[in-house]
Antibody
């Protein structure tokens, strides 16, 4: 069974940083691209970042709205993916979902809440 | 960026009736491999989104055959036959053709 579990959310002051973690199991992590998607309270879904697998040289892609403030990384030995977000703003307040996918987001975690507030 | 525009539903939809959700992309999602990179997701209240349809018309594993996807390169439809209470939620279309990956704004389905 595919399992995806995000951790690392919480309350952060504006300007602060946060590292989200996503632990996976139940599939061959090395074969897949991984993504982060976020959802602000009461709003729609916004793709944040993708990291490809070793076959694609771990290429990374980012949403323009976050580029320069966000870094996605992965550790294949731990079947885990990470999202480092810096210079956090109130508008970054959202549920952050970790998702598996090459041409779809076929499995999603339960999400982790990030609240940016003073 | 590819803009995804979703239509609204005439909520609430009577139980047992059909509902069709439209989605339009600002660029053709038909790729040279013959696949159309348009996906549909359902987010039930309080839950994470789940994949319903990928490559415009292929049902994801375990998805009811009451859900079907169709369309062209830029105009797409998700049809839900015989709507049930468990179909309530927000439906999103999403393109996987190019970065940035983009979603429609969502279409809410309510059942009467």
């Amino acid at each position: 069974e595919v399992q995806i579990l995000e951790t690392g959310g919480g309350l952060v002051k504006p300007g602060g940083s946060l590292r989200l973690s996503c632990a996976t199991s139940g599939f061959n992590f090395n074969d897949y691209f991984m993504n982060w998607v976020r959802q602000a309270p009461g709003k729609g879904l916004e793709w944040v970042a993708q990291i490809r697998n070793k076959n694609y040289n771990y290429a990374t892609y980012y949403a323009e709205s976050l580029e320069g403030r966000v870094t996605i990384s992965r550790d294949d030995s731990k079947s885990s993916v990470y999202l480092q977000v810096s210079s956090l703003r109130a508008e970054d307040t959202a549920i952050y979902y970790c998702t598996r996918g090459i041409t779809t987001f076929d499995y999603w975690g339960q999400g982790v809440m990030v609240t940016v507030s003073s | 960026d590819i803009v995804m525009t979703q239509g609204a539903l005439p909520n609430p939809v009577p139980s047992g009736e059909s509902a069709s959700i439209t989605c339009q992309s600002s660029k053709s999602l038909l790729y040279s491999d013959g696949k159309t990179y348009l996906n549909w997701y359902l987010q039930r209240p309080g839950q994470s989104p789940q994949l319903l349809i990928y490559w415009m018309s292929t049902r994801a594993s375990g998805v009811s055959d009451r859900f079907s996807g169709s369309g062209s390169g830029t105009d797409f439809t998700l049809k839900i036959s015989r709507v049930e209470a468990e179909d309530v939620g927000v439906y999103y279309c999403q393109q996987f053709l190019e970065f940035p990956l983009t979603f429609g704004s969502g279409t809410k389905l309510e059942i009467k």
